[in-house]
């Protein structure tokens, strides 16, 4: 089955700086790759996704690139603001398996202002 | 946008009694609906993924009837936790997904503490 796995597990930037978060999969059929914000005790929250034909997109403050070919993709969050502060999930799947969704482990991030 | 409801929020309960949770898609139908544990400070692990009216599939080592699934509309799957014990303590997270939608709308979550 499918492998998600997301470095790194912590992340802490000084506010206004970039973050980055890095996920690889390895199933290569995989073609939706969803990234989610998640608050302590509350539900995921999609923040960007990305399908498999496209290679970037982005959405104010946050983008995703993927590379199909090395199977991986990443986050990218600019200008970053003390209510960034939160655990970032990536997330892989196929048609294939019915579209269900493989996590990667997490990455909790802590802006300090 | 899609609205996934989870009842109840929150659950204690005694060890060996069952517990059940509900969720619901409001605003949409959800053909798929899926459940989620999630144990403090770790990734969510997916348990099931369930289609409206047939069995439910679950992931390798997750007892099928110790946790048992129901989606019998295409608005509301069930969760139940039979014979509860400490260790199912968790917070168990559903979402759905219509025929139409690549991804998953995930409901608030439910906090089970089994004493």
Redesign the interface.
């Given at each position: 089955g499918e492998n998600v796995e997301q470095h790194p597990s912590t992340l802490s930037v000084q506010e206004g700086d970039s973050a980055v978060i890095k996920c690889t999969y390895s199933d290569s059929a995989s073609n939706?790759f969803?990234w989610?914000k998640q608050e302590l005790?509350?539900?995921?929250?999609?923040i960007i996704?990305i399908?498999s034909n496209v290679g970037e997109k982005k959405d104010q403050r946050i983008a995703v690139t993927l590379n199909k070919t090395a199977k991986h993709f990443s986050l990218h969050i600019t200008e970053t603001q003390p209510e960034d502060s939160a655990v970032y999930?990536c997330a892989a799947?196929t048609k294939a398996a019915?579209?269900?969704?493989?996590?990667?482990?997490?990455t909790r991030v802590l802006v300090k202002p | 946008g899609a609205v996934v409801s989870q009842h109840p929020s929150w659950v204690i309960c005694k060890s060996g009694t069952s517990v059940k949770i509900e969720c619901r898609s409001l605003d949409f139908q959800a053909t798929t609906m899926f459940w989620y544990r999630q144990f403090p400070k770790q990734s969510l692990m997916l348990m099931a993924t369930s289609n409206e009216g047939s069995k439910a599939t679950y992931e390798q080592g997750v007892e099928k009837d110790k946790f048992l699934i129901n989606h019998a509309s295409l608005t509301l799957s069930t969760l139940t936790v039979t014979s509860a014990h400490p260790e199912d303590s968790s917070f168990y997270i559903c979402s759905a997904r219509d025929l139409h939608i690549v991804g998953q709308f995930f409901g608030p979550g439910t906090r089970l503490t089994v004493l």
């Open positions: 939706y969803p989610y005790g509350k539900r995921p929250q999609l996704d399908r999930f799947s019915g579209n269900k969704l493989t996590f990667g482990g997490g | -």
